[in-house]
């Protein structure tokens, strides 16, 4: 007898076909369409897309106006073979910088020349030139260089201000990070009035801080405001990695403002001055047992805007027994707690400007006024 199907296979095989018949045509349709339309593609038709936003028509001016004047610095340093006695140069290192003026004075950090024996500079339309160092203050971590452009000098960096700057406001840096040409990077003043002490132990008191991308090679270049005015230099990054990691730290252009004249002038920066004697490491132990904050006088110079102004320094006496002398708590308000501070606060005032310094005696706060005069 003949073998019945059994009707669920057979409408199984039924339902089977189609589906498979429907995949394949699924599968084989792009080919079905290029068979039909044709192999040759066509570019698509481009969306216009309208005028950029403002803030991002702010943002592209503001790079085209600075970037002119950022220029990219290299270094190289002289070594001398041991054998062969011979003297040559090998590549040291690189950094950022910006025109400060129309004689072709460049300001850069004092950390991207240190050590270096010869520097060029390459403008953003391509030439390069030899400079020459003018002057560098390591505790602003500041440098100029000059360049001799004989024809179309790029215009200087226009300058603002830094102590009217708030936390929270927009800031630009370009640079050349990694080497990479003129970058843009743009962020935040995360916080004002950050200390960094540097490998050499020098603490950079007043700088700004900011979560724009700094990396290595940035140094040196300009972190400016909505308005494209210099408001600081990239100094320097806190980062393990030794890469971005979203805490920069710029020299606030105050700072710089006050520093670099100097630096044409002079070669050197020279530091308003009380004319006291501090040590750090005595202030802490004194100050610990007194229980008091700030900076102990220890000497008072002769004939010095300390001695003129009435501070006295510590003594010891014959039995070995150490008076401490004054303790200077505050400079025209601003609290000092560690000769770091002082320093700083000194340094925001120029030579001949008169303080009012608050200080402990015996127990006592008192206020005396001062001139200050020049450093050594």
Not at 82 to 88: L, V
Not at 138 to 161: Q, S
């Amino acid at each position: 007898m003949p073998t019945q199907s059994d009707p669920v296979l057979a409408r199984l095989r039924w339902l089977t076909w189609p589906i498979v018949l429907i995949l394949i045509v699924w599968q084989g349709l792009p080919w079905i369409e290029r068979a039909l339309i044709g192999f040759e593609a066509q570019p698509r038709a481009v969306t216009a897309r309208g005028d950029l936003a403002a803030d991002e028509q702010a943002t592209i001016a503001i790079f085209e106006q600075a970037s002119p004047s950022v220029v990219f610095i290299s270094t190289r340093q002289r070594v001398r073979d041991f054998w062969t006695r011979n003297i040559f140069t090998v590549p040291k290192g690189t950094g950022s910088g910006f025109v400060w003026d129309d004689l072709g004075h460049v300001v850069t950090n004092n950390h991207v020349i240190e050590g270096a024996s010869e520097a060029e500079v390459r403008l953003n339309d391509g030439r390069s030139y030899s400079a020459v160092l003018v002057g560098r203050s390591p505790a602003h971590d500041l440098a100029v260089l000059r360049i001799n452009v004989a024809f179309d000098r790029p215009p200087p960096v226009p300058i603002g201000t830094s102590h009217e700057l708030k936390v929270g406001q927009k800031v630009f840096a370009i640079g050349n990070p990694f080497g990479l040409d003129y970058t843009l990077t743009s962020g935040l003043v995360s916080a004002l009035d950050r200390s960094l002490t540097e490998e050499n132990g020098a603490t950079i008191e007043h700088l700004i801080q900011t979560d724009a991308a700094i990396n290595p090679g940035n140094s040196g270049g300009p972190l400016l405001d909505s308005a494209g005015r210099l408001i600081g230099i990239n100094t320097a990054i806190y980062s393990p990695s030794g890469a971005y990691a979203g805490i920069g730290f710029a020299v606030p252009v105050d700072t710089v403002n006050r520093v670099v004249p100097q630096l044409i002038a002079r070669g050197k920066y020279i530091r308003p001055s009380l004319g006291i004697g501090v040590d750090e490491d005595l202030n802490t132990a004194i100050l610990r047992q007194l229980g008091v904050q700030g900076v102990l006088v220890l000497q008072v110079h002769p004939g010095s805007a300390a001695e003129q102004a009435g501070l006295r320094g510590t003594v010891v006496d014959r039995s070995g027994e150490v008076i401490p002398g004054d303790v200077i708590l505050s400079v025209d308000g601003k609290a000092v707690d560690s000769v770091g501070k002082l320093l700083a606060r000194l340094d925001d005032y120029r030579i001949g400007d008169r303080v009012t310094l608050r200080i402990w005696r015996e127990g006592k706060e008192l206020a005396l006024d001062a001139m200050l005069q020049a450093g050594s």
